[in-house]
């Protein structure tokens, strides 16, 4: 269970008078259990993405501690904190620019198993087993996907390359945000049921934007 506790971010303001600042988030406590599904709900700048790159370790909080199970993973090697908080992969809300146009699919998800795998310690063949493995998580053809750009891609094969890149490193935990805030319910409902059916297979917890 990954846990935060007493997060506060304060964001200096640009341009403002000298020490002026926006408190984003004020004391937040938060619990995700291992194959959880929690939603962050609340109005527009209350602090939600703040939140969901604070989880996945994008930004850092102002204070506040990150708990794995009870223990301070500030407390840990640079390593094995390193390591835990690959775990937690935050989900990019415009797969457009997530994903870089002059690579091909084949190109993006090489690069990441192939570090995770070094990182990790995995056998040769590792690789060669895992990315048919998370392209069928995903629901999409290799043979289809791997040669093409991402321009080449769909709209709803796009946001599915994302979720297969972040699968590439096993997470625990996957930050959605608004990653599915996409303007075509069809695929928003397809891609949510996708990220269900992960929580329900594999046990990842998954924290999305609300309902
Ligand atoms: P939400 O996702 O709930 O709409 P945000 O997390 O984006 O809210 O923003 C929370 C507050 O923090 C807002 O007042 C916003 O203006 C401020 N904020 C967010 N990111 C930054 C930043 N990088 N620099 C300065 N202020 C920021
Ligand atoms: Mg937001």
Same mark, same amino acid.
């Given at each position: ?8 971010? %304060? ?92 690579? %091909? ?11 995770? *795998? ?60 608004? *990653? ?32």
């Amino acid at each position: 269970m990954v846990r935060r506790v007493g997060i506060e971010k %304060t964001y200096r303001v640009r341009g403002g008078k000298r020490g002026e600042s926006v408190h984003a988030l004020r004391g937040v406590d938060l619990d995700i259990p291992d194959g959880s599904a929690i939603s962050i709900i609340g109005e527009s700048g209350c602090g939600k993405s703040t939140l969901g790159r604070i989880i996945a370790g994008i930004e850092q909080p102002t204070s506040g501690t990150i708990l794995c199970d009870d223990t301070d993973i500030t407390k840990w090697n640079a390593g094995r904190r390193r390591e835990f908080l690959r775990g937690i992969q935050m989900i990019h809300q415009d797969p457009y620019s997530a994903l870089n146009p002059v690579r %091909t699919i084949d190109e993006i998800l090489m690069d990441v198993l192939r570090l995770h *795998a070094r990182e990790s310690g995995k056998d040769s063949h590792w690789v060669d087993r895992h990315l048919p493995a998370i392209l069928d998580l995903v629901g999409l053809d290799p043979g289809y996907v791997l040669p093409r750009y991402p321009h080449q891609l769909s709209g709803g094969m796009r946001p599915r390359i994302v979720i297969a890149r972040a699968l590439a490193v096993e997470p625990t935990v996957l930050v959605a945000d608004e *990653a599915v805030s996409l303007n075509d319910v069809s695929l928003r409902l397809g891609i949510l049921g996708l990220l269900e059916r992960l929580r329900n297979d594999l046990g990842i917890s998954v924290v999305l934007p609300p309902p």
